[in-house]
């Protein structure tokens, strides 16, 4: 079977969720499907060199050459909105016109950026192949979430009516979480053609490693003996970030508390700027590391965050929150109360949410975990063993491939 994938950040660039695409493409090739990866060439968190590099040598294969990795050439991601909007239609409008002229078998898409599930239908509509569409997050209610646009603006209503045209003509979605299988059947899709499969983690490669041996506390010149509140990932508006900013600001009489964010994004000169402003000393920002030390960087946390502006929950599920997890670290978040986030933390007994934004509340839990040090032990203990558990690789990767496969002998029938 062929499979064009198209994805929007690739290796080497550092975003989100990176992982979990390699760790699918790894398993489709075992199993021995041939896949076409399209993608930019790489812009995010790359050096010129490494930018020169792929756009010179725009094609490669991996895994025996089941796997082909087309890099797309596009300008530079920038943080101008406009000037990414328009990025986002040419990366659209390249993948259509990959998807009705590579032979295949299957799409694979992700719902990033939105106008992708747009593609996907489209292609549906004039390749007639089979697509499945990846939903990791639900446009437009995270912007309107995240007070980018509200329900009456013509982006929301733009949105929805992207959501309908999807929603009718893909083959089957793919999502992460319970409330997100819900939102989308209840704007209309068969549930029959929804299936839940949580993100997961390697457990064998993120590991919680001990302060002594964890090489950052010496690279970053910090205090082992200091309780550290830890966030890590995009620096954007949906995240919320000035929540942490504030509670820093409400921890700052306490000098054994110590905030650190290591991130990249839209946000990040308003957040240097709230810093300098509030000439907060007990909070550092970092840019995000390699994807090969997020075993070092969530392991230096006593406690980590997951953020999010209020109603965001409801149309996502943090991947990080497995990431954290396997690293044996207790989890604060700054989210919705009641979301998939919460009730996953509590059944874990590693953490918990608050109401989002509420930094003074946010600023009272982190100080309990600080003052009940078993409480906190117990709390990373019980993260792992969840991780090991539950969110297994190799199970979840499978059950991809079984979704696809029931589709593929479904198509045979036709």
Same mark, same amino acid.
């Given at each position: ?12 660039? %550092?975003?989100?969720?990176? *992982? ?13 499907? %041939? ?21 010179? !040598? ?5 895994? #025996?050459?089941?796997?082909?990795? /087309?890099?797309? /050439? ?26 009705? $002229? ?41 912007? @309107? ?5 509200? +329900? #009456? ?14 929603? /009718? ?5 793919? $999502? ?8 989308? @059947? ?5 549930? *029959?053609?929804? &299936?839940?499969?949580? !993100?997961?983690?390697?457990?064998? $490669? ?5 302060? #002594? ?39 700052? #009489?306490?000098?054994? @508390? ?11 000169? !308003? ?49 990080? &929150? ?37 930094? %003074?509340?946010?600023?009272? +839990? ?27 690789? +190799? ?5 991809? @491939? ?8 479904? %198509?045979?029938?036709?």
């Amino acid at each position: 079977m062929r499979m064009i994938y198209l994805v929007q950040y690739f290796p080497p660039e %550092k975003a989100s969720g990176l *992982q979990l695409v390699e760790d699918l493409l790894e398993g489709f090739a075992d199993y021995g499907w %041939k896949i076409d990866v399209f993608t930019p060439t790489p812009t995010r968190g790359v050096t010129k060199e490494q930018r020169r590099k792929y756009s010179q !040598n725009r094609i490669e294969k991996r895994y #025996d050459g089941k796997l082909t990795i /087309h890099r797309m /050439h596009l300008y530079q991601e920038g943080n101008r909105i406009p000037a990414r909007i328009f990025r986002y239609f040419i990366f659209s409008a390249e993948c259509l016109w990959k998807c009705l $002229t590579v032979p295949a078998d299957f799409i694979f898409t992700g719902s990033g950026p939105p106008t992708q599930g747009v593609v996907a239908g489209l292609a549906k509509i004039f390749s007639h192949k089979k697509i499945i569409y990846n939903l990791q997050d639900i446009f437009p209610d995270s912007m @309107i979430n995240a007070g980018i646009c509200s +329900e #009456d603006s013509f982006m929301a209503k733009l949105g929805r009516k992207m959501e309908k045209f999807i929603y /009718h003509n893909v083959d089957h979605v793919i $999502t992460i979480s319970e409330d997100m299988k819900l939102n989308v @059947i209840r704007k209309g899709m068969n549930p *029959q053609k929804v &299936t839940v499969v949580r !993100n997961w983690i390697d457990v064998d $490669t993120i590991t919680p490693i001990p302060r #002594d041996k964890n090489k950052l506390f010496h690279e970053l010149g910090l205090s082992c003996d200091k309780f550290y509140v830890l966030y890590a990932g995009n620096l954007g508006k949906v995240q919320g970030i000035d929540v942490i900013i504030n509670s820093a600001e409400a921890s700052a #009489d306490n000098s054994n @508390i110590h905030f650190i964010i290591f991130g990249n994004g839209s946000e990040e000169e !308003n957040i240097r700027r709230l810093i300098k402003e509030k000439n907060l000393k007990n909070i550092s920002l970092y840019p995000l590391q390699p994807a090969e030390r997020v075993s070092e960087v969530y392991s230096l946390g006593d406690v980590s965050l997951i953020p999010c502006r209020p109603g965001t929950g409801r149309s996502g599920m943090p991947s990080k &929150t497995w990431t954290i997890m396997a690293a044996g670290t207790a989890i604060i978040g700054s989210f919705d109360v009641n979301s998939e986030l919460d009730r996953t933390l509590r059944k874990a007994e590693c953490g918990y949410c608050i109401e989002p934004g509420n930094s %003074k509340l946010l600023a009272k +839990e982190i100080l309990d975990l600080y003052e009940n040090p078993s409480k906190l032990r117990k709390m990373g203990i019980s993260a792992r063993k969840y991780a090991e558990k539950y969110v297994s690789r +190799e199970q979840a990767v499978k059950r991809y @491939i079984s979704v696809i496969d029931s589709l593929s002998n479904a %198509k045979r029938k036709e």
